[in-house]
């Protein structure tokens, strides 16, 4: 059923208030004046518009506001005392629902205009009716622009670009269906808005103008600030070893990317990373957005926690629509136990919030592809953990050694510090145990040793750190044993 069956459908219909929580205004108001001026019958109802800035006007003919219905009790008066019903939309009055004489009183219209036909429309973003107006009302919510539309909109503001720049735009066809795709999810008010500011900026509409689009979107989505856009993603270049789970990605990138994946190929739902602190689950969790070419979100399981009853829920419900309406993009749960644990819960609180997660994750579209990382697999419950709730569970062990001379090449490189003063093989071999992010720190110390020398980097200064270190695998060697003994026969080796 199309927007303008369904809204007509309610106009024409005997419940007197519909409820419409949208930020595109424009857009709704258009519907609606299209719907009444589409039907110029004997029962015709005139169509008005309501806000406390400019009062009360008419929308179907050209009439200037009366600025004397500006007040939210002198509308609602007005509405009541008029004879000949109409359809009066009400817009941003959300603010007013708290007040019980003007709550009294739309019910009051509701009742007349159960009878008459007549309905109030009330139009905000954050729209929530009390109770005593739930009976009386219909919710309406207008669909977001398919495929086909946003093609149409992005057209029409290339045009509209044109007309004021007089210059043509310059695109190629694998970067407006990059755009259009990336658009989905958004009004169409806000839809042709990003499009013009794509275009404004350089008159081009290129792969660089995807990602300023994709920021744009979740600034204009996200309002709770739980979810986070990681504005700076990673390539796997950056990575050292995790070959298995590098191959593994490489092999379903083309059945994720393309919006039409080869017959037979399922899209990639996501992973699990277990592992060993340190040893570059959220590195290769950033590397994945980059080698997917998608934005990468960032949900913390713990900052989902409220103490108001709900609100958790809430938070996690919220934060996955948002994933959804950013896709095609990477969902990065980081430290997922937080937030799942498996462990003692006198509110239920972690149980909603798992039940919530796993249904999303058994419902959700395609197009996010989740990559979670943990550390303490034994808080985790067993029913995310199963076989199926992802594609696959990769564990991330400490760096061996010619992964470790890859690590270290790869911060020494960054640093410029990569030449003949460094015997890079005797360095990768001396600290067995040791993890990724350990090995960084060393650079970093032996940096520091050597500017304190007045002399470059060298194998001493870092082979003098490496002795002065006590790994973490020294440290928590019986945390560490016991999860490779649960991960050994249950996931698949990232290197």
């Not at 007309?163 to 999810?185: C, H, K, P």
Request: proline share 4%; glycine share 8%.
């Amino acid at each position: 059923m199309s927007d303008q069956h369904e809204l007509g459908l309610l106009l024409r219909g005997r419940i007197p208030l519909i409820a419409i929580n949208s930020r595109d205004e424009r857009g709704i108001l258009e519907l609606l004046t299209q719907q009444v001026m589409a039907n110029p019958t004997r029962d015709y109802l005139p169509l008005f518009r309501w806000s406390v800035t400019d009062g009360l006007q008419r929308m179907d003919i050209a009439l200037e506001p009366q600025t004397l219905n500006s007040q939210p009790t002198d509308v609602l008066a007005h509405i009541r005392a008029v004879r000949k019903a109409g359809y009066y939309v009400l817009i941003d009055f959300h603010p007013y629902l708290k007040d019980p004489l003007l709550v009294r009183k739309i019910k009051d219209i509701c009742l007349t205009f159960q009878d008459n036909g007549g309905k109030l429309v009330l139009l905000s973003a954050g729209l929530e009716l009390p109770e005593e107006l739930k009976h009386f009302s219909v919710q309406f919510e207008m669909r977001v622009p398919d495929e086909i539309e946003r093609t149409r909109l992005v057209q029409e503001a290339a045009r509209e670009w044109r007309e004021r720049s007089g210059r043509n735009v310059s695109s190629d066809r694998r970067a407006i269906q990059m755009l259009v795709r990336n658009l989905a999810g958004l009004c169409q008010t806000d839809v042709k808005r990003l499009a013009y500011n794509a275009i404004a900026d350089d008159g081009v509409i290129d792969s660089n103008d995807v990602r300023g689009v994709m920021e744009a979107k979740y600034k204009l989505l996200n309002r709770d600030g739980v979810l986070t856009f990681e504005y700076d993603t990673a390539r796997f270049s950056a990575v050292a070893g995790m070959r298995t789970l590098k191959s593994w990605l490489n092999a379903r990138r083309k059945a994720f990317v393309d919006e039409n994946p080869p017959p037979g190929l399922d899209q990639p739902k996501g992973v699990l990373l277990l592992g060993v602190q340190g040893c570059g689950k959220s590195l290769a969790a950033k590397a994945t957005a980059g080698a997917l070419g998608t934005p990468l979100l960032r949900l913390e399981f713990g900052a989902l926690f409220n103490k108001y009853h709900g609100e958790t829920e809430r938070n996690l419900r919220e934060s996955l629509q948002l994933a959804a309406t950013m896709a095609p993009c990477v969902l990065w749960i980081d430290e997922l136990e937080k937030g799942l644990s498996s462990g003692n819960d006198s509110t239920g609180t972690s149980q909603r919030v798992l039940g919530t997660f796993l249904t999303w994750m058994a419902e959700r579209q395609p197009g996010v592809f989740v990559v979670a990382t943990a550390n303490d697999i034994t808080a985790l419950p067993p029913e995310l953990v199963r076989k199926g709730r992802f594609d696959e569970i990769f564990f991330v062990d400490l760096p061996v050694e010619d992964v470790r001379g890859e690590i270290l090449s790869i911060h020494l490189k960054r640093r410029g510090a990569l030449g003949a003063d460094i015997d890079l093989p005797a360095v990768a071999a001396e600290p067995n145990g040791i993890s990724g992010a350990e090995l960084e720190q060393l650079v970093v110390s032996a940096y520091y040793a050597a500017h304190a020398d007045g002399t470059r980097i060298s194998t001493e200064h870092l082979l003098k750190e490496i002795s002065k270190t006590s790994p973490l695998s020294v440290v928590m060697s019986e945390k560490i044993a016991e999860l490779r003994s649960w991960a050994a026969g249950r996931t698949v080796a990232a290197d």
